[in-house]
């Protein structure tokens, strides 16, 4: 929260123009298995569980943009098997206007695929097949896959 609030400050203070800068990080607690996503203007998580996917959005604005920023965070419940996915806003950007989330919802609930990085990829093949031109911003996709793990003695 004092990185958080200390980096808006230095956003917002003493310019003429206006810097600012979207925040989009999510923190696994290993022990509970909670997950805690904290956005600042960024672009939706989805996480996926069996083939349902939940949207994770940003309701607050970028830092740098008011001095007394609210920094908006949800937690969910995390189970084994579940796979979180973030995107920067190119990715969506690059689907047809209108239809960005549904879209990326049958791309992530419409494959079994467990592997993190394939699942990346595949996100990232797919998105770039769909979209009409080429793509006006970058496009990152970072996927993190959640797993109970047993150990015997």
Known sequence: DTALSMMNT???MGREEVFFSTVDLSIFDL??????FVKAGASTTFIRTGNQVEHIYSDSLPLGVVQNQEIGRTSRKLESGDMIVMVTDGVLDALPAGEQEHLLDLIIGGTTLENPKELAHYILE?????????????MTVLVAGIWQMCYSR
């Open 10 to 12: 230095a956003l917002v």
């Open 31 to 36: 022990y509970t298995g909670t997950g805690e």
């Open 126 to 138: 797919k998105v770039l097949e769909l979209g009409d031109e080429e793509p006006a911003d970058d």
